[in-house]
């Protein structure tokens, strides 16, 4: 038997795959959350990493919460969990973006300090040696 556009599937036997899977998002996406957590943490270390360390650790939380969300949904399919967890998943995904723009702000204003410095050191070593 197979489901209305020939996959070969059972409409039963897709149902459960699609819970499965589902189970399996959810799995990932908490690791992904604790992960998220966990770098943003380490990232707290550096004086210039602590703002965009707090997204990352938000945006953590954030996936943390949505994974449980989707959870309930499954086990209860109540629409105000579905809403909740679509909120949480705007949450990181807004988080996250603000983190990867500050992510991009930090290496290229890190390139540009490094260029600085490597044309600094370059003139002191010909003014001081004559040049190579």
């Known amino acids: 038997m197979s489901d209305s556009q020939g996959n070969g599937y059972r409409v039963d036997a897709l149902g459960s795959l699609a819970t499965e899977k589902k189970r399996k998002a959810v799995g990932w996406g908490k690791f992904a959350g604790v992960m998220a957590i966990v770098t943003g ?3 707290c270390i550096g004086i210039i990493t602590i703002p965009m360390a707090l997204f990352q650790i938000f945006a953590g939380i954030n996936m943390w919460n949505a994974s449980k969300k989707m959870r309930e949904f499954m086990d209860s399919n109540l629409e105000s ?3 909740e967890y679509v909120n949480l998943m705007m949450e990181y995904t807004r988080n996250m973006g603000i983190y990867f723009v500050l992510y991009l702000i930090v290496v290229v ?3 540009l300090l490094y260029g600085l410095i490597a044309v600094v050191a370059l003139a002191v070593f010909t003014r001081a040696y004559g040049g190579f």
């Open 41 to 43: 943490g380490l990232s």
């Open 81 to 83: 969990q579905k809403d």
């Open 109 to 111: 204003v890190g390139i």
